[in-house]
T-cell receptor, first 113, second 117 residues
């Protein structure tokens, strides 16, 4: 089955800095990679996703890159703000079957004002 | 957008009792829903896949007799924690994929904080 590794587990930055979270996956059949943001005690919220036919996707301050050859994808947050503080999860899933995503272990992002 | 409603948001129960958690898709039909468990500062661990009109598929290590899942309609799945014990205390979250047959982002319920005393 799929195995998703996520690093770092904790990331502390100053407001205005950039933050990068990296994930690797093992199943070459995976073709959909969503990122979720989870604030304390709340549900995970989809913030951005990328499919395997695209190398990069951007939405305002958030961007995701995908390297299929190396089987890794990254989340980039620019101009971080205190409200970006949360736990971020990457995931990978494959077409066919039930598309069940495999989640990374999460990254706790702390943005200091 | 797709909305998944989950109730209750929190529950405290005594050891030995059973607790039912409901997960509803409000504006779409979900033939499949998923139940996750999340311990503090840990990732989402898939417990089981709930299939409308048929038996749920449980992940390895999850006791199907303890975590009863019923998916009686296209918009409702329930998880019942039977004979709950303190070690069952956790955050339980359901999710569903509004893009049936396609690979889309999953929508999560708001979660249920279960505390067994």
């Amino acid at each position: 089955g799929e195995n998703v590794e996520q690093h770092p587990s904790t990331l502390s930055v100053q407001e205005g800095d950039s933050a990068v979270i990296k994930c690797t996956y093992s199943d070459s059949a995976s073709n959909y990679f969503p990122w979720y943001k989870q604030e304390l005690g709340k549900r995970p919220q989809l913030i951005i996703d990328i499919r395997s036919n695209v190398g990069e996707k951007k939405d305002q301050r958030i961007a995701v890159t995908l390297n299929k050859t190396a089987k890794h994808f990254s989340l980039h947050i620019t101009e971080t703000q205190p409200e970006d503080s949360a736990v971020y999860f990457c995931a990978a899933s494959a077409s066919g079957g039930s598309y069940i995503p495999t989640f990374g272990r999460g990254t706790s992002l702390i943005v200091h004002p | 957008g797709a909305v998944v409603s989950q109730h209750p948001s929190w529950v405290i129960c005594k050891s030995g009792t059973s607790v039912k958690i409901e997960c509803r898709s409000l504006d779409f039909q979900a033939t499949t829903m998923f139940w996750y468990r999340q311990f503090p500062k840990q990732s989402l661990m898939l417990m089981a896949t709930s299939n409308e009109g048929s038996k749920a598929t449980y992940e390895q290590g999850v006791e199907k007799d303890k975590f009863l899942i019923n998916h009686a309609s296209l918009t409702l799945s329930t998880l019942t924690v039977t004979s709950a014990h303190p070690e069952d205390s956790s955050f339980y979250i359901c999710s569903a994929n509004p893009g049936t047959g396609n690979n889309y982002g999953y929508t999560f319920g708001s979660g249920t904080r279960l505390t067994v005393v």
